[in-house]
C-alpha cells in the first residue's frame, strides 16, 4: 500500500512570491493535514480537510490556504513569501481522525 | 490552557543503553497520545499509539507508558541502536469524535552514540 506522497520535495522561492504544495493521502483515507515544522521548531498544526472541507485551522495567516480535491487530495498554498515561511511542511492522512500517516515532507526555502 | 511538554529537550546516550523520554501533556477531553519518531527532515513515523484505557504499549524495543490520572506519558527505549538517534514527538489528541485536535510536543532530539 502506498503511503502518503508529497511534492515537490524541495522548493525555492523569493520573498513575494506564492507556493503551491500539494499531498497525496493513503488510498481510503478522507482527511488531510497540513503542518509547517520550522527548523529547530515543533510541529505547527496549520490546515485540516476532511471529505473536501476545510475543519480546523491554526493560528496561521489566510495568506496560508489550501483546498481538498474530490479524489482527498490537497494543496496548501502559500502567499506573499516571507522569509520566516522557510520550514518543512508535512502533510498527513487519516481515516476517521485517528491516526495520522505522514509524508516525507516538501521543503520550503524562502530567498 | 491545552498543552504537551516533552523533557528532555535533547539527550546523547551510548549504543546498546537504555533510556527514557517524557511527556506531561494537560489537555481535555483526552482521546489518544502517540509517540513518533522523526528522522531529521523525513516526516514522523508512528510509534505507539495508546488510548485512556491503556497503560502500556510496546513496539519492539520501544515500550510506552500512560498514566492517565497524572497525564503523563514515557517512552522507553531499550538496548538503544545508532538508527534510533532521531526526534520523538509526543502527541495528544483531544476532542470528541469528529472534532478532534491534536497538540505536538516539541520533541526529545536523541543521539546514540557508537
Known amino acids: 500500500e502506498a503511503g502518503v506522497t508529497q511534492s515537490p520535495t524541495h522548493l525555492i522561492k523569493t520573498r513575494g512570491q506564492q507556493a503551491t504544495l500539494r499531498c497525496s493521502p493513503i488510498?481510503?483515507?478522507?482527511?488531510v493535514y497540513w503542518y509547517q515544522q520550522a527548523l529547530g521548531l515543533g510541529l505547527q498544526f496549520l490546515l485540516w480537510?476532511?471529505?473536501?472541507?476545510?475543519?480546523n485551522r491554526g493560528n496561521f495567516p489566510p495568506r496560508f490556504s489550501g483546498r481538498q480535491f474530490p479524489n482527498y487530495s490537497s494543496e496548501l498554498n502559500v502567499n506573499a513569501l516571507e522569509l520566516e515561511d522557510s520550514a518543512l511542511y508535512l502533510c498527513?492522512?487519516?481515516?476517521?481522525?485517528?491516526?495520522?500517516?505522514f509524508g516525507p515532507g516538501t521543503r520550503l526555502t524562502v530567498t | 490552557k491545552n498543552q504537551v511538554e516533552q523533557s528532555p529537550q535533547s539527550l546523547i546516550i551510548l549504543e546498546g543503553k537504555n533510556c527514557t523520554l517524557q511527556?506531561?501533556?494537560?489537555?481535555?477531553?483526552?482521546?489518544?497520545l502517540r509517540w513518533y519518531k522523526q528522522d531529521t527532515g523525513r516526516g514522523p513515523v508512528s510509534l505507539t499509539i495508546?488510548?485512556?484505557?491503556?497503560n502500556t504499549k510496546s513496539n519492539g524495543r520501544y515500550t510506552a507508558t500512560l498514566d492517565a490520572d497524572t497525564k503523563q506519558s514515557s517512552l522507553h527505549i531499550t538496548a538503544s541502536q545508532l538508527s534510533d538517534s532521531a526526534s520523538y514527538i509526543c502527541?495528544?489528541?483531544?476532542?470528541?469524535?469528529?472534532?478532534?485536535?491534536?497538540?505536538f510536543g516539541t520533541g526529545t532530539r536523541l543521539k546514540v552514540l557508537a
Open positions: 498527513a492522512s487519516s481515516f476517521s481522525s485517528y491516526e495520522q500517516y
Open positions: 480537510y476532511d471529505e473536501g472541507e476545510e475543519r
Open positions: 502527541v495528544v489528541s483531544w476532542g470528541t469524535s469528529g472534532t478532534y485536535k491534536y497538540i
Open positions: 495508546m488510548t485512556f484505557s491503556e
Open positions: 488510498s481510503g483515507h478522507t482527511s
Open positions: 511527556c506531561n501533556y494537560t489537555v481535555s477531553p483526552f482521546s489518544n
